[in-house]
């Protein structure tokens, strides 16, 4: 059963930064990409950042170009979402998710089958 768990979310001060991570198991993760993705209240969900397997190709939506960083550790399933100069606009529940195809890394929320429950950042002061 694939399985995606996000953490580290929390409240965090503009300016600030946060790490959220999000493991997985029951797939073979180190053969997948793994995107992260948020959604605000009323809006609709957005590709935040994207790797491949390897961590080799990444993609990184407008908003986080700059400020956000993703990356993986496959010996442990863990992929990273570093998010630093956060601004109230950032506010939002994240979540992480595989695609349906092993080796799709991009941003398009619909070639992603597999998705966690999310994990709240809120930035405020």
């Known amino acids: 059963q694939v399985q995606l768990v996000e953490s580290g979310g929390g409240l965090v001060q503009p300016g600030g930064s946060l790490r959220i991570s999000c493991i997985g198991s029951g797939f073979p993760f180190d053969q997948y990409g793994i995107g992260w993705f948020r959604q605000a209240p009323g809006k609709e969900r957005e590709g935040v950042a994207c790797?491949?397997?390897?961590?080799?190709?990444?993609f990184y939506g407008d908003s986080a170009v700059g400020r956000f960083t993703i990356s993986r550790d496959n010996a442990r399933n863990i992929v990273y979402l570093e998010m630093n100069s956060l601004m109230p606009e950032d506010t939002a529940v994240y979540f992480c998710?595989?695609?349906?195809?092993?080796?799709?890394?991009?941003?398009?929320?619909?070639?992603?089958?597999?998705w966690g429950p999310g994990t709240q950042v809120t930035v405020s002061s």
């Open positions: 998710a595989a695609p349906s195809t092993y080796s799709y890394t991009g941003p398009s929320a619909v070639r992603y089958a597999y």
């Open positions: 790797a491949s397997s390897r961590n080799d190709r990444t």
